[in-house]
DNA sequence: CGCAAACAGTGGCATATGCCACTAATTGAA
DNA sequence: TTCAATTAGTGGCATATGCCACTGTTTGCG
């Protein structure tokens, strides 16, 4: 064998996670590339498009993400004209997104060349065990990791 | 029930596995946080430990990691001295990399954070899931997606 | 009503990662 | 030997993510 580099770190579960990560994620952006948007933001559109106006955290909590990295994140897309926010006029604490036309069209767009990726991915290892990888994948994100704070 | 806030982009195998990672990673972040590193850290740290005063280039490869990428992220560790850098002899290309002294008690000291992470983890998922998922996780970072060059 | 606690975001700072252009060293011919 | 092609890293720039300290809003008492 010639690629057996360094074995090792495949033992913890992070590390195997973040490096198969990165793996699939190159791939994926490099197909959805053509569209001018990163694999996390057709992503992230098409997070905003599937809700309805959905409000920051409301998002932020379907992607299991910090609330100030989905508001970072958003900013680049913000600048680009592919999304726009405006405060709810209900509760002015929250500040709700959603597409602009030229975001819908982008989205169109990118979901085109994500389907690719998609099935490419699929036909090399099997829709049966993506979509076990998937689920798998789910309840891990859906974990409960005991109590942070304290409990008094 | 009561939490299903956004359903969606389940179907998104990147997209997904991003989430899962974000989440595990917080998680093995919390835990290792006590030694001041991030799991990443102890991670690289620990790729470094078990190779031979490994070139760059090797790590890189090993963790399916871009080799700039893998400059940055070595950065911080160098500047709190866990970890130095020198020029192969034998070829002056290459870098290899080593712990200091301080890096291993400090390698030391996360693992063993680290174990507290790893077995909360298999407890929840169970210890063969957690295998056969990293073995999954595995197999995506070793795939082969097409030639991104041409083939003249 | 009035104010403290809880909630939703923002901004700043730091790490994690990638791509690209560029430099330094080697290698492989001609 | 000499020079083009290849290899290994670096630096700059941009996105991805997190944590923390703060600000503006609401909500819930007393």
Chains 1, 2 share one sequence.
């Not at 590339?33 to 599937?50: E, N, R």
């Not at 106006?53 to 958003?74: F, K, N, Q, R, W």
């Not at 979901?111 to 076990?132: I, N, S, T, Y």
Request: hydrophobic content about 45%; charged content about 25%.
């Amino acid at each position: 064998m010639s690629k057996d580099t360094l074995p090792g770190l495949t033992l913890c579960n992070n590390a195997v996670l973040r490096r198969a990560t990165r793996k699939l994620g190159q791939f994926y952006d490099d197909v959805v590339a053509p569209s001018g948007l990163k694999a996390t933001q057709q992503g992230l559109l098409y997070q905003i498009h599937i809700g309805d106006e959905p409000a920051m955290g409301a998002i932020a909590a379907a992607l299991v993400m910090d609330l100030s990295a989905l508001g970072h994140t958003l900013k680049p897309l913000i600048r680009d004209g592919y999304v726009e926010t405006f405060t709810d006029p209900d509760d002015r604490r929250i500040k709700r997104v959603r597409l602009t036309p030229q975001g819908s069209v982008k989205l169109d767009e990118a979901m085109k060349l994500w389907r690719v990726a998609q099935q490419r991915f699929e036909d090399m290892v099997g829709k049966e065990q993506a979509a076990m990888l998937r689920a798998a994948l789910d309840d891990i994100a859906a974990l409960d990791f005991g109590i942070p704070p304290a409990a008094p």
